[in-house]
C-alpha cells in the first residue's frame, strides 16, 4: 500500500509539473557544456515523454469516472425556471401575458438490486488499474532510458577503441613501409598493412555512426532538442559488482507481489466478474425503488412527492439480455486466459533476466582477462618487430585479437549494467527515479 500510495503522489507531482510547463519543453535553455548524469536524463525523460503524460491523462480519466459512478448513490437537485410570454390579438385588440414558474425537483434511486454499488466497485478497480498501468509507462520508459543512456557511452568507448585500432593500423603500416624499402620484409606485407588499414577505417565509421544513432535514439527518450548536441555524459568510473542473485524462486515471489503488469490483469478479472454480476442481475427480475418531487414557488407555491416502487421482469427483446450476459461471462474467461498467460510471459523474463545477469557477470570477468592477455600478446609482438625477431603478420593477428578484446570488454561492461536494470524491470523491485 505504502508503495501505490507513493507512486500516485509522484504522478500527481509529474500532472502538476506538465501543466506548469505546458508547451515550454523546447523553450527551455539545454546547456551543452555541463555533463548529463544518468539522473537528470532519468528526470527529463519522466518530465517530457509523451508516453508518460498520456498515461496521467488516462489516470485523471479514470478518476473522473469512478466520481462521476458514485454519484449515483446521491440525489439529483435541480433549479428550474421558466418564463413565457403570451400575445393574443382578438376583434381589433391584444392582450399579452407573462408567467413565471420556479421550482426545485428532486430525483433520487434508493435501490436498484446493488447495480450501482457493483458498478462503483467496478469504476474502482478500473481507477487502479489505470494507476497501475501509469507505473508500467513510468518503469518502462526508466528502463529505455537507462539503456539508451549506456548505449551512448557504449558507442563512446566502441568509436575510442576503432580510433585507436585506425591509429595502430596506421603506425603498422609506416613500420611495414621503411622494413619493405631497406629489405628487412617482402612487399606483401605493406600490401597486408594497407588493407589492415582499410578495414580499421571502415570499423571506424561504422562506430561513429552507430554513436550518432545512440545519441539520436536518447534525444528522443528525453526531450532533448534535436537540433541541439547532446552534452557529455557523466562516464561509469567501473563496472559493476555481482553479488550472488536470489534463487529464481525468491525472485518470482517478489515479481507476483510487485509487478504492476500483473496487478493490472489481475484487477482487469475483478472487472470482468462484476460485469457478469451486472449482466445477470439484468437478465432476472428485480425491484427498483426511487423517490421524486418538486417544490415550485411561483405562480404558486405547491410541494408534490412520490416514492415509485417498479418491478422489472425480461419477457422479450429479442435475445438482447442473454446475448449481454454471454458477453460479460466470455470477456471474464478471456481476462483469467490472459492473466494466466501473462503470468507465463513473466515467468519467462524474470528467469530470462535471471540468466542473463548471470552471463554478463561471467562474461566480465572472462572479458577482463582476456583483453590482459590480448595486450601482453600485442606488445609482445609488436616488440619482436622493432626487434627484428617479429614479423607483420604476427602483429595485425595480435592486434585483431586485442581489437575483439577491447571490444567485447566494452560491450561486457554495459551489458552487465543494463542487465541490472533488466533485474529490477522483471521482478518489480523500485528503480533509480521512480
Do not use: C
Request: charged residues 20%.
Amino acid at each position: 500500500m505504502n508503495g501505490t500510495q507513493a507512486i500516485g503522489r509522484f504522478l500527481r507531482w509529474v500532472a502538476s509539473a506538465s501543466l506548469l510547463l505546458g508547451s515550454s519543453l523546447y523553450a527551455q535553455p539545454q546547456n551543452a557544456s555541463t555533463p548529463l548524469s544518468l539522473q537528470e536524463a532519468l528526470r527529463r525523460a519522466l518530465q517530457y515523454n509523451g508516453d508518460i503524460q498520456s498515461a496521467l491523462a488516462e489516470q485523471r480519466a479514470a478518476e473522473a469516472r469512478l466520481n462521476a459512478t458514485r454519484a449515483s448513490l446521491f440525489p439529483t437537485l435541480e433549479w428550474n425556471t421558466r418564463s413565457t410570454r403570451t400575445r393574443i390579438e382578438q376583434g381589433g385588440g391584444s392582450s399579452e401575458a407573462t408567467t413565471r414558474q420556479n421550482a426545485i425537483t428532486l430525483d433520487w434511486l434508493l435501490f436498484d438490486a446493488g447495480i450501482r454499488e457493483t458498478r462503483i466497485r467496478q469504476a474502482s478497480r478500473s481507477h487502479e488499474s489505470a494507476r497501475q498501468s501509469a507505473r508500467v509507462t513510468i518503469r518502462s520508459l526508466l528502463f529505455q532510458t537507462a539503456s539508451a543512456y549506456y548505449e551512448v557511452l557504449r558507442r563512446q568507448e566502441l568509436l575510442r577503441v576503432a580510433d585507436e585500432a585506425v591509429q595502430r593500423a596506421q603506425t603498422l603500416l609506416e613500420v611495414a613501409k621503411t622494413q619493405a624499402e631497406v629489405g628487412a620484409a617482402p612487399a606483401k606485407d605493406v600490401l597486408q598493412a594497407e588493407a589492415d588499414l582499410a578495414n580499421a577505417r571502415v570499423q571506424q565509421i561504422q562506430a561513429r555512426n552507430a554513436l550518432r544513432l545512440a545519441q539520436t535514439d536518447l534525444k528522443r527518450l528525453i526531450g532533448w532538442d534535436t537540433a541541439q548536441p547532446l552534452p557529455p555524459l557523466q562516464a561509469v568510473e567501473s563496472p559493476p559488482e555481482f553479488a550472488q542473485p536470489p534463487t529464481m524462486e525468491q525472485l518470482w515471489q517478489r515479481a507476483q507481489q510487485q509487478r504492476p503488469e500483473l496487478q493490472t490483469a489481475q484487477l482487469n478479472v475483478q472487472i470482468a466478474q462484476l460485469g457478469v454480476q451486472i449482466a445477470r442481475v439484468n437478465a432476472i427480475s428485480r425491484l427498483e425503488i426511487s423517490l421524486s418531487g418538486f417544490h415550485e414557488m411561483d405562480p404558486e407555491r405547491r410541494t408534490q412527492g412520490q416514492l415509485r416502487f417498479l418491478w422489472r421482469a425480461p419477457l422479450f427483446d429479442g435475445g438482447l439480455v442473454r446475448a449481454n450476459l454471454r458477453e460479460a461471462e466470455a470477456e471474464y474467461q478471456s481476462a483469467r486466459f490472459r492473466l494466466q498467460q501473462l503470468e507465463r510471459n513473466l515467468y519467462a523474463e524474470v528467469e530470462s533476466a535471471l540468466l542473463t545477469h548471470i552471463e554478463a557477470a561471467e562474461r566480465l570477468g572472462a572479458a577482463q582477462a582476456a583483453l590482459a592477455a590480448a595486450q601482453r600478446n600485442y606488445e609482445a609482438a609488436r616488440d619482436a618487430l622493432r626487434e627484428g625477431a617479429g614479423t607483420i603478420v604476427e602483429v595485425l593477428t595480435a592486434q585483431l585479437a586485442l581489437v575483439t578484446a577491447e571490444t567485447n570488454l566494452v560491450q561486457a561492461v554495459y551489458d552487465s549494467y543494463i542487465a541490472e536494470w533488466r533485474l529490477k524491470l522483471a521482478t518489480g523491485d523500485p528503480m533509480p527515479e521512480e
